[in-house]
């Protein structure tokens, strides 16, 4: 069975979360000093926010929540002071 552009992209949102919470909880990306980390959590957080916005995912009776929640913790990071 064939799988649409859309639920690719849909997983690949999933991807894409599960790589920045792997940052997020130091499993990827441990070599980077705490400045580099945080422009690339920004990067992540940055793109899933704009694709969170795109109302195809509601549309589609898609429940972003979780999505939602990862850029939100993502964005706490990202903007932290420390």
Do not use: C
């Not at 859309?6 to 599960?18: A, K, P, S, V, Y």
């Not at 070599?31 to 940055?46: A, N, P």
């Not at 899933?48 to 964005?75: C, F, N, P, S």
């Amino acid at each position: 069975m064939a799988v649409s552009n859309f639920e690719r992209d849909w997983l690949r949102l999933f991807h894409i979360g599960d790589q920045l919470e792997n940052i997020l909880n130091g499993l990827e990306a441990e070599q980077l000093d705490v400045q580099d980390k945080k422009q690339q959590v920004g990067s992540i957080v940055r793109y899933l926010e704009e694709e969170l916005l795109d109302d195809k995912w509601a549309q589609a009776g898609k429940d972003v929540a979780t999505l939602a929640a990862i850029a939100a913790a993502g964005r706490v990071y990202w903007k932290s002071t420390d």
